[in-house]
C-alpha cells in the first residue's frame, strides 16, 4: 500500500495557512496540496494551540482558531520531562511538540523555528524536522506525476475525453465490454489518466492507452499477485487509420518510461486472445509473458524491476526481460555509430537538449514511433553480434552521444532489394 505519511505543524506553519491576511508562500501551500494528493495526515499540537491563544491580537488569534478545526488535534500523551518551572512559555511549547515526535506521535515535524530545528539535532531528532521546503520537497518526490512527453502523445485525463464517447472510435471497446460507458465516467471520476494520439490537435482519437498504478495486485484467477506498485494498461486501442505508424510501440516506449520514474516492478494488460492477436503479437515482442486469465483475456506480465537483475543470459534475451536494463559487462562489445542531424530526428524525434523543445514529428514518416529500428550505414564492421551496445553521435551540432541502443539483428549485404526489404 502507498505509504501514508503524519506531519505535525509546527505553529510558524499553522499562522500563514489560517491567516488570510498573510501571504501564503508558494511551497507551503503546494506542500498541503501535496498532502492531500498523497493522503497523508496533517497534525497540530495542543501546544500549538496554546500558544495562539498567547497571541494579543484579538481578531487574528480568533481567525486562527476558527480555521484550526481543519486539522487533526494530536491525541495527548506523556508529558514533557524537559520542562520545569523555569522553562520559559514558548520554549515549553517547543519542547513538548519535540517530546511528542521522539513519541512517534507522527513521522516528521515541519516547522521553519530555527531554534527547533538546533534543539532537535541535539535531541537526535534532526533528520525528523523539515522546513517548508524540504517537507515539500520530500511530497514531490512521492506524488508529481512523471511527465512523458512523446511526439504528438497526449497525457490526459478521462474526463477531457467524455464528450467523444460517441466517436466512432470507441465502438469496438464498447462491443467487447458491456458497460464500458459506465466505467469510462466512473474512472473519469476518479481522475484516471491516458495517453492519447491523434493526427491533429483537436482531431478525434486516432490511439488511446488508459493506465494505472495498482499495489499489491491480484491480476488473474488464479490467485497471482504482484507485489508493490504496478503499472496496468487498463484500454489498449490503436485505430485502423493509423495501424502500420508503430503507435502501440510508442506506447509501449511511454509505458516502460513511466513505470521507471514511478519504480513499477511490473507492467500488465488483459488481452482478449480473439480479437487482439495484434496486440498479443506486440506485447510477446516486448517481453510480456502469459499468466493465466480474468474474466476471459488473457493477462500479460512483463517483468520491470527496478534493479538490474544479476543474471548472465543471452544479452537480447536479457535487455526483452527487463527493459529498460541491458547487459553492458566486459563480454558485450560497444560500438560509436555517427549520425547526422537530419537523420538522428527522423530516428530520434522524442530526443531534445536539456530546456529545449521537443521538435516537431518528421513530417514524412513515423520511424521514430518505434522502439526497434533498422539503420543503415557503410560501417567497416562485420564484427557486431547480437546483445552488442551501439552508441548514437550526433554530429555537427551537438556533437555528443545522444541514445543507446541494443542489437538484434545485424546483416552485411550488396543487395540493394535484401536492404529495402
Known sequence: MPLRLRFILDTNILIPLQDSFIKLQPNLANFVRLAGVGGHQLLYHAASEADILRDQNVDRRTRTLERLRQYTLLESGPACPWNNATTSANDACDNEIL???ENSAAHALVTEDQEIHKKAKVRGLGDRVFYIQAAEDWLRRLHERAQIVLPRIQDIELHTLTTTLADPFFFSIRAGYPGFDAWFHRKAQEGRRAWLYRDSLNGPPEALCIYAIQHDEQINEQGVVLSGPALKLCTFKVGELVRGRKIGELFLKAAFRYAADERCEHIFVHADPGRHGQLIALL??????????????????KEHPHEPPPLLIDAFDYLRRYF????SDESIQKFLVPIQPPFHQILFPDYGRPGAALPAAHPQTHVGNAMKLAYLCHAPTNKVRTGDIVLFYRTYDLKTITTLGVVERYEISQSATEIAL
Open 324 to 327: 529498460p536494463h541491458y547487459r
Open 284 to 301: 510477446e515482442d516486448f517481453g510480456f509473458e502469459l499468466q493465466g486469465s480474468y474474466r476471459g483475456d488473457s493477462v500479460y506480465v
Open 99 to 101: 517530546y511528542t515526535l
